[in-house]
């Protein structure tokens, strides 16, 4: 599978710890989106990097977020004294500048007992 | 702000019944809609954009600008149509990377 790549694919972790995502976009892909999705509703924005640029940052995303693209290729997601609250799937998205589509990967759930 | 409202959470019909869908925007620049569709443990992926007008698995969406609706279609619905549907609006402008999407809406086709 040559798609865009999340791990882990699941994660239990109990309230107060620290996590890390990875995603791994289409090769060549530039940009690099964060979404969250929790239950009943759809993808919501979180971040969005350009190359190495991290570019825009939601409003969900509080200050116990913070998301990587070191080298404009890989990026990390980390939610830092994880809550209840944060328990949802993580969307990692990669595409091209002069093509609207993005390419999504298949997520990373997390569940924050 | 932009909003997108996909007022049915579940629909079911029988195979070889028309289907729709139903999405409106809420949106003060110029938009582009899309529909993305997931299938049972599969990943997000883009079943068509307004701006292709193109007919995919032969579902069809026509952009209403008057109605601000974005409603997918299909005459005849197969059982493999069953999934998740989302509609999704791209942000104009300098925040064109930017999605926004609906709650979603599972699609039952029952044979």
């Known amino acids: 599978d040559t798609g865009v790549s999340q791990d882990p694919r699941h994660k239990i972790t109990k309230r107060g710890q620290n996590v890390t995502f990875r995603c791994d976009p289409i090769?060549?892909?530039?940009?690099l989106y964060w979404y969250r999705q929790t239950l009943g509703q759809g993808p919501e924005f979180l971040t969005y990097f350009q190359n190495e640029a991290q570019l825009e940052k939601s409003r969900l995303l509080s200050d116990r977020f913070s998301a990587e693209r070191p080298k404009g290729s890989f990026s990390t997601l980390e939610i830092q004294r994880t809550e209840q609250g944060d328990s949802a799937m993580y969307l990692c998205?990669?595409?091209?500048?002069?093509?609207?589509?993005?390419?999504f990967g298949q997520g990373t759930r997390l569940t924050v007992v | 702000a932009q909003r997108v409202t996909q007022p049915e959470k579940l629909l079911s019909v029988f195979k070889g019944a028309p289907v729709e869908l139903k999405c409106n925007y809420s949106?003060?620049?110029?938009?582009?809609l899309f529909w993305y569709v997931q299938y049972s443990r599969q990943r997000l992926q883009l079943l068509l954009r307004h701006i292709s007008r193109e007919s995919i698995k032969g579902f069809t969406a026509d952009l209403n600008k008057g109605e601000t609706s974005f409603h997918l279609k299909k005459p005849f619905a197969q059982e493999e149509d069953s999934a998740m549907y989302y509609c999704?609006?791209?942000?104009?402008?300098?925040?064109?990377?930017?999605?926004?999407f609906g709650k979603g809406t599972l699609l039952t086709v029952n044979p």
């Open positions: 949106y003060s620049g110029s938009p582009e």
């Open positions: 999704a609006l791209r942000h104009s402008g300098g925040s064109n990377y930017k999605l926004t």
């Open positions: 998205a990669s595409g091209v500048s002069k093509n609207t589509e993005a390419f």
């Open positions: 090769s060549e892909h530039n940009r």
